[in-house]
């Protein structure tokens, strides 16, 4: 998944939240600890959210993390790709801290792809 379609994806299950919940910026922003400034640029695709906010969000939501992941439409995914069973494989291994660490870390990789990307 490009960095574009995981910002797509955690954009529209965000919204999808909000609207369930009957939410606002100001809820969210309540509810990860930052400022309302912030779930604006997040919504708008300028800034990505921190591992920590995400989890906040699905834990108050009920629902994985992964959810702000997932695209829409997707039934399962096969994976036939060998770095992508290393990754799950090493995913899996880490305890709950560092798959957090991980992931974030991913993020940063996709961020900073993205911007290379910008500059072409």
Known sequence: MTAEATRD??????L?????????QKDIANICNVAQQTVS??????????????????KHFGIPVSAFYEQKNKESIIISD??????????????????????????????AQSKTEETK
Do not use: C, Q
């Open 82 to 111: 060998d770095g992508l069973r290393a990754i799950i494989n090493i995913y899996n291994a880490l305890t709950p801290d560092n798959r957090s660490k991980l992931i974030e870390l991913g993020n940063l990789y996709l961020a």
């Open 16 to 24: 999808t939240e909000m609207d369930r919940h009957n939410y606002n």
């Open 41 to 58: 640029d997040w919504i708008n695709k300028k800034k990505f959210p921190r591992m920590n906010a995400v989890e906040d969000l699905a």
């Open 9 to 14: 994806a955690f954009v529209e299950k965000l």
